[in-house]
């Protein structure tokens, strides 16, 4: 999938943007292989969103190289680059119907009618939007809409996909299932995507690699489980996984030889007694899994995540014992010992 | 609504109000009585409404007869639309500069424009006459149609850039991305979704522009330029005056002004509730 021994579908060389005294984005190098589906994610105001309208070309970077299939990028406009984005807001033309915004871009580019027409109606099928081609946006709901918004990045068969939080507006029940379809149309395209998210969920469900940024900057790349199994840092560590990773620090984390130690709750065995003790202050029954809250001594509350249904009632007394080679060692400055 | 737990707050609020109403359209209502009846019924009994013996069209004949009165309808016509048109395009394309792009001194310059709110553009009128004399626009409709542009474009340019502001940036850029030219996504996109606030400004314009006596008399007050409001002097003489004709001009000049009035108001509506709203 990473294209390996070919030119990177898309390449940043040290793209740096200020507004002002302020920077957003501090060098960032990437590069995205082709057919690969990246996701960036980070907390708001990493500069994830920004780094994206710099490949639309929406923004201009202050500084560095951005090539798309090898072709030198900066300053070209964004309809000149071979993209397409799907926006949280839909974005669709309030005045044109489903057809007519699925077509618009490839009529601006001097397609002709009868290509056109082919394009949207295999978009349309592709994502069963036949029905609706000659409604208006006003009348079609939330998730129609957005799967119109990536119909009509789908029909200008782009080299690059951009999708900025496309999710983010729709209802959860809804959310999983454009989630799913997305990943579908990724399978079936072939086509390199990069998407924004500041949902972890989303991030480890869809991509095929995660770039975590914080602070404008690139904190880790990889695919998702690397990145769980091995994040780089402590805040990698804490970003990804859900619920996220238990960190001790203090005494417990010096006889590990480090300045901080995180768990996850997943791997947090629960047993009369164990490494350490504590009282449940809280349980939350999901039906899958039990998440107990467990306030230990001299560490605070931990979080641990136990397998079916659990009846452990608020107020007993449970020892907690991280699995074997799953304890993540960080140093004082967050980084992690050891790898 | 909460008012109307205070019956009696509520009543006083409609009292003041219907008071605000009779003192606006009382002397409105007096022109349109006092058009329809004699000169001597007028100074007789002004209050009164015309009756059978009072009934009389002598001031319409006069100025429906007099040809000349057409022709001022058509000026005042020609130099209102005229300017609305001119203020809604530039004011708009003027807005959407300032509330789309970041350039420097953006904020000065909308600054500066909005000075030209606060400042009453008769104050500048000998400069403005000045300058219409060296431009060779001194009595033409012209003249007329850059001034009122000029003056209505500070109030058009700051309530379109509130409104366009509101502009989803996602649409906008979606445009950018489907190769849409920037005058295509002001145009196609960006307009139709600010009707309301057009139609705002454009009663905002029209008003003063076709009240306007000032600018007409100073810079177009030759016959073939002459405005309706203008026109109406010309039936006030130095000794004589043709009250009836006075009034029967000045009623007609309302039916243009309130006929715009109501083909606007509906978007007005909408354009004010949705500047209160937001």
Redesign the interface.
């Known amino acids: 999938m990473t294209g390996v021994g070919r030119e990177p579908a898309l390449e940043l060389r040290a793209i740096r943007k200020s507004f002002g005294a302020t920077e957003i984005l501090k060098g960032v190098d990437l590069a995205v292989g082709r057919g690969d589906f990246t996701v960036f994610v980070g907390p708001s105001g990493c500069g994830k969103s920004t780094l994206l309208r710099i490949i639309a070309g929406l923004d201009a970077q202050t500084s560095g190289d951005l090539r798309i299939d090898g072709r030198l990028m900066n300053g070209v406009e964004p309809a000149k680059r071979g993209i397409a984005m799907v926006f949280q807001s839909y974005a669709l033309y309030p005045h044109l119907n489903v057809a007519g915004n699925m077509g618009l871009a490839l009529s601006q580019e001097g397609v002709a009618k009868a290509e056109i027409d082919a394009r949207v109606a295999r978009a349309s099928g592709l994502l069963q939007l036949d029905a609706l081609l000659g409604r208006r946006p006003a009348e079609l709901s939330g998730g129609q809409r957005q799967r119109v918004a990536i119909g009509r990045a789908i029909v200008r068969e782009p080299s690059l996909f951009l999708f900025d939080e496309p999710l983010s507006n729709l209802d959860a029940a809804l959310r999983v299932g454009t989630r799913l379809e997305i990943a579908k149309l990724h399978r079936a395209l072939g086509a390199t995507m990069v998407y924004v998210t500041h949902d972890q969920v989303e991030a480890m469900t869809l991509a095929d690699r995660i770039v975590v940024l914080r602070g404008g900057a690139v904190e880790q790349v990889g695919r998702p489980l690397d990145l769980y199994r091995r994040p780089a840092n402590r805040f990698v560590a804490g970003f990804l996984g859900s619920p996220t990773m238990n960190f001790v620090e203090g005494e417990a984390a010096a006889r590990a030889g480090a300045a901080a130690i995180g768990v996850r709750p997943e791997h947090l065995a629960v047993a009369e007694d164990g490494a350490w003790a504590g009282t449940v202050s809280h349980a939350e029954h999901l039906g899958s899994d039990t998440m107990l809250y467990v306030e230990v001594p001299g560490m605070g509350l931990v979080t641990a995540r136990v397998g079916g249904e659990d009846a452990h009632p608020v107020g007993a007394r449970v020892g907690l014992t991280p699995r074997d080679g799953r304890v993540h060692r960080f140093d004082a400055e967050g980084r992690t010992i050891g790898g | 609504m909460r008012a109307s737990a205070f019956p009696l707050r509520r009543g006083l609020v409609h009292a003041v109000l219907l008071a605000y109403a009779a003192l606006c359209l009382g002397p409105v209502l007096l022109v349109v009585v006092n058009s329809f009846k004699s000169r001597a019924a007028i100074f007789g009994a002004p209050l009164s409404l015309p009756g059978a013996a009072t009934f009389d069209l002598g001031g319409y004949r006069t100025v429906l007869g007099q040809g000349a009165f057409l022709g001022y309808f058509a000026n005042s016509l020609a130099v209102t639309v005229g300017s609305i048109a001119a203020v809604l395009l530039f004011g708009a394309m003027a807005a959407f500069a300032l509330s789309e792009y970041r350039f420097r001194l953006n904020g000065a310059l909308g600054l500066f424009i909005a000075l030209g709110i606060m400042v009453p553009i008769r104050l500048g009128t000998v400069a403005i006459l000045d300058e219409m004399v060296a431009a060779h626009l001194v009595g033409t409709l012209l003249a007329l149609g850059l001034i009122y542009t000029a003056q209505g474009l500070p109030v058009a340019v700051f309530i379109l850039s509130e409104f366009m502001a509101g502009v ?1 940036k ?2 906008k ?8 030219s920037e005058y295509a996504i002001f145009f ?2 960006v307009l ?2 600010v009707r309301p606030a057009l139609a705002t400004v454009a009663v905002f314009t029209m008003i003063p522009i076709w009240n306007d006596l000032w600018f007409p008399l100073i810079v177009a007050p030759g016959d073939a330029t002459r405005t309706v409001t203008l026109g109406a002097q010309s039936f006030i003489g130095q000794f004589v005056t043709n009250w009836g004709a006075v009034l029967a001009a000045l009623t007609l000049a309302m039916v243009p002004v309130l006929a715009l009035y109501l083909a606007f108001s509906r978007q007005l509506i909408r354009g004010i509730t949705a500047g209160a709203v937001k």
């Open positions: 989803s996602d649409l850029d979606a445009g950018r991305i489907d190769g849409l196609r996109l139709p979704l």
